[in-house]
């Protein structure tokens, strides 16, 4: 097999698994009330300073609107705090409940087992290659999604 139907098996089966693998990996019995993707909130949201809503929603690229029905659910689970910010009550401000904070280190814990599985056995050279193929990747996606790739 040559390097391109290799690299495009590879590409192929790594997206069609690793949603259905990280999910199997992070929502254990502790984190079972939430799902893939509310763990891709809270990692959003993180675990410095409260953050508002819209800078959030841009990480994630929804909208408000969206964000918010997810948000409400997070916060009757527990995960979430919401606030209004004492500057601007018309900010709303969000950041991780103690529990959410334990679901943002087990998704993190995943996150860097799976990079250093990945970077096992490679020298420097060859994971400077690889971050460029991979930000190649990142690149050909965000235009892809943007319509500037045809």
């Not at 990996?25 to 909130?41: G, L, Q, R, V, Y």
């Not at 689970?77 to 900010?91: F, H, L, M, T």
């Amino acid at each position: 097999m040559d390097g391109y139907s290799t690299i495009n098996e590879v590409l192929v089966k790594l997206f069609n698994e690793i949603m259905d693998i990280e999910e199997k990996a992070i929502i254990t019995e502790e984190f079972k009330d939430i799902s893939n993707n509310d763990m891709h909130i809270i990692e959003a949201i993180g675990k410095d300073e409260a953050k508002n809503m819209s800078a959030v929603a841009k990480l994630l690229s929804v909208t408000v609107g969206t964000l918010t029905i997810a948000i409400n659910n997070l916060v009757k689970k527990g995960y979430v705090n919401r606030a209004r910010s004492e500057e601007d009550r018309r900010v709303v401000l969000i950041s991780l409940s103690k529990k959410g904070e334990r679901a943002y280190d087990h998704h993190e814990k995943f996150h860097h087992e799976m990079i250093q599985a990945t970077l096992e056995g490679l020298d420097g050279e060859q994971t400077e290659i690889l971050v460029q193929a991979l930000q190649n990747l990142s690149r050909f996606f965000k235009e892809y999604a943007m319509g500037t790739k045809e």
